[in-house]
Nanobody
Framework: QVQLVESGGGLVQAGGSLRLSCAASGSIVRSDDMGWYRQAPGKQRELVATITRGGSTNTADSVKGRFTISRDNAKNTVYLQMNSLKPDDTAVYYC??????????????WGKGTLVTVSS
């Protein structure tokens, strides 16, 4: 069974840093686009950053210059380095990935989320 497992969330003071990880496990042939989304209380889920298999990135304006997405293709893992955190960054962060389970079949998967809380 294919799944995405996030880790690295927690409580941090404003100005601090956290590093999120998301590892894909199961019968995976390859991973294509991977990314992070977040959902704050009472708000819709929004894109934080995405990265292609080749390393091209797309980052939301709200976190540009503070958050960096990266990946390890051999480990089917994506990371999100979050610096200079603000209380507005408080949210559940979800991992998303386009995963191939055989040479002709792929689909997008979501992780269950990891909570990031930034105190002022």
């Amino acid at each position: 069974q294919v799944q995405l497992v996030e880790s690295g969330g927690g409580l941090v003071q404003a100005g601090g840093s956290l590093r999120l990880s998301c590892a894909a496990s199961g019968s995976i042939v390859r991973s294509d686009d991977m990314g992070w989304y977040r959902q704050a209380p009472g708000k819709q889920r929004e894109l934080v950053a995405t990265i292609t298999r080749g390393g091209s990135t797309n980052t939301a304006d709200s976190v540009k210059g503070r958050f960096t997405i990266s990946r390890d293709n051999a480990k089917n893992t994506v990371y999100l380095q979050m610096n200079s955190l603000k209380p507005d960054d408080t949210a559940v962060y979800y991992c998303n990935a386009d995963l191939w389970t055989d040479i002709s079949s792929h689909m997008r998967y979501w992780g269950k989320g990891t909570l990031v809380t930034v105190s002022s």
